[in-house]
Each structure stands twice: as C-alpha cells, then as structure tokens.
C-alpha cells in the first residue's frame, strides 16, 4: 500500500524540535525527508541530554524517525551547490533557524523562486512579523508569550508551564498542516509559497479559550466557573485557574486511595449536567438531585468546592483506575492521572500504535511516541533515525554526482 505523501520531496533544514516534530510527520505519511546537518556536529539534540555516551541522544532519535540524513557545509561554496542541486529536486524547504540565517546563507525566497519557483518554503519562527520578529525563540518562551503560562497554575502561585510542548511540538503540528494544504494548493496554481509558522501565534491558537474568557471577564468582571468565584477576586486580566476545566462543564483534579504516597493517585472528575443524578448516586448524595441549591449548572457554580470536596470523600475510597470504572459504568466523565511510566507500560497505546519501540544500532532499544495521526490507507511504521550522515553519498548518487567527486567534495570539507 502506497503512503499519502509518496512523491513529496522535503528539504529538511530543521533542527532542535518544533521543525524536527513537523518534518518527522511528514515523513511518517510518506514523504521522503532529506535532514540537511553539518558534518561533525549535526543537530544540536543529537548530543543534549545524551543517556548513552556516544549514541544520539533521545531527543534526536524521538524527533527524527523516518527521515535521511545528509551532511552539507551551506556556507562552503561547493556545499551551496550541492544545496542549490537539492532545492531544484524537492518540493518543500522546511526551517526553522533564527530569523535572518537563511538569508545570511545566501538562500533568501527570491533566490528559492529562481532556483525552483514550486518551492513551497515553510518556516518556524518564535514571533510574527512585528516588534520581536528578530528574536531567538525556545518551547517556554513561547509559552510565556502566546498567553498559557499566565493563564496556568494556582491563583496564590507563579506563572507555569506545561509539560506538554505546545511551542515546539504545537507549531511544529501547525506547520505540518500549512503545508500540506500550500502543497494542495500548489496542485491548482503550480507554485511554491512561503508559511510562516510562529510559535506565539501557535501558542494563542491553543490558547484561544483564554482570550474568550479575557472577553467575557472585561464584559461581566466574573466568571463563575473559575475557581475565583465566588470567594475569590478578579482582576483586570483571565486569572490562573487551577485546574477548573477550560469549558462549560466543571471540573477539578481529586485525590483518590493511596495519594498520601503516589504522586498521581488523583482523577480528573467533571460534574456534566446531564448526568448529575448519576453523580450524586454515585457519591450517596441522592438529596441534591433535586435539592433546589444543587439541582441545576447555576445553582452548583457557587457550591463547587463543597461539591468537589464531596466527590472526593468517595474517590478517596477508591484507586484512580476504580474509580474510573465505577463512573464510566454511569457515563460520568473522568481521566485518571497517568504517570508517564503507566503510559509507557500501557499495552493499548502499544497496539494502536501510539507508543512504539524501536531497535537503533548503537542505543539499541527505546519507546517512542508514534504518529497520533492515524490514517486508514496510509499506515505508518516507524523507522528509527538515521545516524549522523548516513545517506550523504546516496543522496549525492541520485542527485547525478560521481563517486570521485563525492569523495572530493568530503575531502573540500562541502559534505
Ligand atoms: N552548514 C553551515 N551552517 C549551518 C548549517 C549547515 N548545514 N546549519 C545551520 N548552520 C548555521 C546557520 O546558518 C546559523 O549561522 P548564522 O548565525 O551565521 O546565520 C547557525 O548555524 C546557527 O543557527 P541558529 O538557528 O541561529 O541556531 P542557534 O542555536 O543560535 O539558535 C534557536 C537556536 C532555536 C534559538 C533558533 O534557531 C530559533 O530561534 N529558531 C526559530 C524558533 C524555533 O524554532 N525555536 C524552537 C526550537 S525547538
């Protein structure tokens, strides 16, 4: 069975995460990705927060499955060539350097058009065009930026950020998107466009609950889902929620048997209305089903941390994984806290595919996250990450060049 992206030839000049996230995609729906690196050194993560000496690290390995590797000096004039050679072969350049290096290397949008006008030129940058365009960007810059760090966390705490990479894997997914649909649009026009990524915008995309709520807060000075209400106070700008949930439906993290010494013996609950006489059965408080204070979503809304503390008198009798259950059974929504080691050894994550392990000839063994994506004609396997240069001299033969010129090409230091 062919893969959804067979044919598509991308330039992969990424490095770090948020470019290696998009192109790894890429490439796990069939494209053929070609990683540009510098000979001797490479992506930088292929040696940062190494576990095995000597092996890439894995944080090159999880990011960089299914692609080829090449090693080119882009600022050497026979490496430009062979650059040069590449970008007239493929159809999408993907980068994700500090504002400016492209174009420092001698590869601005107008030299791409000439040298291959369909060339679609996707980039990610920390900001949009604008007062910070110039800036270096990391992960929790990005996240301090595009609204999620003030907006998480505990009212009487500091700002926090996610475990969850939303600037760097977040934009890298949004890339991916920007330019499957350019080169569908390439289809129709038979040219190449640049997408711009930012992983501030990125960020806000996720965020974009917030900013509903810094609108309703500036129209009604309330909200009453938040943890802030009633008691609490509200200030000019969408408080730290703690964790209430994010939509209509309210929700709260509680402890459940044995959180005195697990860390993650707690259960995400949510009181959804339209199984609220389930839930007080459920707890043993059947009263409240039509007691007039806690019948009803509005009447509940001053009473949640009573109601929370009540839910939690019964989820403390029960495990995490119990206590899930019980409530499914009643088609109560609710999630387990799942430690990253329980997710490792969760067996239906392996056979969907979600998790996998992979076989690397120097580290051997590790887990992996697999595509999220899953597409039912284009299955993906993944393929570990190539070593450092392993294909320059495949790469080189099918881009016409000689044995002997590949051999002095390396010997100019261009590869
Ligand atoms: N051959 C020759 N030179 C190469 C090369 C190659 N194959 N690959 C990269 N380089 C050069 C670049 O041209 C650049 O040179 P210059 O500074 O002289 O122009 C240099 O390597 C360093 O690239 P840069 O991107 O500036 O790396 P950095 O380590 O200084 O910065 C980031 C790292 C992530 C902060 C920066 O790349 C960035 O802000 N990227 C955009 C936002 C982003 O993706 N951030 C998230 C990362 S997960």
């Known amino acids: ?71 080119i000096d882009t600022k050497n004039p026979e490496g430009k060539l062979v650059l040069e050679a590449l970008i007239q072969k493929c159809d999408v350049l993907v980068e994700n350097f500090a504002p400016g290096a492209l174009d420092r290397m001698g590869f601005t949008w107008e030299r ?77 026009t038979g040219r190449g466009q640049k997408v711009l990524a930012a992983m501030q915008d990125g960020v806000l995309n996720l965020c974009r609950v917030k900013l509903r709520d810094q609108q309703r807060l500036e129209r009604t000075g309330v909200m009453k889902e938040y943890p802030q209400y009633p ?27 044995g959180w005195e010494h697990d860390p993650n013996a707690y259960i995400y609950f949510i009181t959804q209305a339209p199984v609220w006489v389930k839930i007080c059965n459920v707890i043993g408080r059947e009263e409240w089903a039509t007691h007039p204070d806690y019948a009803t979503p509005d009447a509940r809304l001053p009473r949640l941390k009573e109601i929370f503390a009540e839910v939690e008198r019964w989820t403390m009798t029960k495990t995490k994984f119990e206590a899930m259950e ?17 997710i490792a050894e969760d067996e239906s994550l392996r056979k969907t595919g979600t998790v996998v392990e992979v076989d690397h000839p120097v580290r051997g ?48 230091g261009a590869i």
């Open 1 to 71: 069975m062919g893969k959804a992206l067979d044919g598509v030839r991308i330039l992969d000049f990424t490095h770090v995460q948020s470019g290696p996230t998009c192109t790894q995609l890429l490439a796990w729906f069939g494209a053929d990705v070609i990683k540009v690196e510098r000979a001797g050194a490479g992506d930088i993560t292929r040696e940062q927060l190494r576990d095995v000496p000597g092996a890439d690290s894995l944080y090159f390995t999880m990011l960089n499955h299914n692609k080829r590797s090449v090693t």
């Open 112 to 188: 791409i058009q000439e040298l291959n006008p369909r060339m679609i030129v996707a980039s990610v940058k920390g900001f949009g065009p604008g007062p910070y365009e110039d800036c270096k960007v990391y992960e929790n810059v990005a996240q301090c930026v595009g609204g999620a760090a003030s907006t998480t966390g505990f009212d009487d705490g500091p700002p926090v950020v996610t475990g969850a990479q939303i600037g760097d894997s977040g934009t890298g997914l949004h890339l991916a998107l920007g330019i499957v649909t350019a080169l569908y649009q390439r289809t129709m």
């Open 231 to 257: 008691n609490g106070t509200f200030g000019e700008a969408v408080p730290r929620a703690g964790n209430a949930s994010g939509g209509g439906q309210p929700g709260w993290i509680l402890k459940c048997k």
């Open 326 to 342: 019980v409530l499914n059974e009643h088609d109560i929504p609710c999630g387990p806290i799942l430690s990253m080691k329980e």
């Open 365 to 412: 063994k590790y887990l992996t996250v697999g595509n999220p994506i899953k597409l039912s004609d284009s299955p993906t396997d993944v393929k570990r990450s190539p070593l450092l240069g392993e294909h320059t001299d495949e790469v080189m033969a099918e881009l016409g060049y000689s044995r002997e010129q590949i051999d002095a090409l390396r010997t100019a």
